[in-house]
C-alpha cells in the first residue's frame, strides 16, 4: 500500500489546504501521525464554525467531537476532490443539522423559575472581548440563515469564496452577493445601535 508524501508538519497549527488534504490522504491509509496532525489543525476551525451554526454553547464541544468522529469513520470515502477542510466542515454542519432534528423531537424541561435568567448567570462573564463577541452574535443572528453562513465561512474561518460556495451547495457568486448583503446588514445595524446610544 503506497501512502501520499506527508509535509511536515508546520510550527503552527494554521496549515494550507493543500498540506491538510495530503494529511488527510494518508490518515485514510491508516497512518496514526496523520490522523492526529489532521484533527489538531482543523479542530479549532470545526469549533469555531459549530459554534456559530449552534444555538446552544453547550452543545458546541459534542458537536465538534461528532464531526470528528464521523469524518473518521468516513475517512476511506475521502478521495481530496475538495480539501480537507471543505469536506470536514461538510461534515460539521451535517452534524449541526441532525442536532436540530434530533432536538426538534425532544421535549425539553427545566426545573428552574426563570430559565432565562439561569442561562444568562451561567455564560462566563469578565472574558476579555466577550461583549464583543456576544454583540456580534447578536448581529449575525440577525442575519438570514444563508447570509449568516457565507459570512462565517469567508470572513471569519477564511474559506475561498469557490470552497464555501461547495460547502453552501450554491454558486460563487451567490456566495458573494449573500457575504455583500450580510456586510451592508451589519453596517447598518451598527449605525442603528450607534444612533440609538447618542439618544
Partial sequence: MITPALPAPPDSMESSDES????ALAARHGDPAAVDHLVRALHRDVLRYVAHLCADPQAVDDLAQDTFLRALGSLHRFEGRSSARTWLLS???????D????????PRLSDVQDWQL???????????GFDDGVALLD???LLPDERREAFLL???LGLPYAEAAELADCPV???RSRV???RATLVDQLADEGASYAL
Fill in 118 to 128: 439561569a442561562v444568562e448567570l451561567a455564560q462566563p462573564q469578565g472574558l476579555p
Fill in 173 to 175: 457568486g451567490t456566495v
Fill in 91 to 97: 461534515i460539521a454542519r451535517r452534524a449541526v443539522i
Fill in 20 to 23: 491538510l488534504t495530503n494529511w
Fill in 154 to 156: 469567508t470572513q471569519l
Fill in 139 to 141: 448581529l449575525l443572528a
Fill in 99 to 106: 442536532s436540530y432534528r434530533h432536538a426538534a423531537v425532544r
Fill in 180 to 182: 455583500a448583503r450580510a
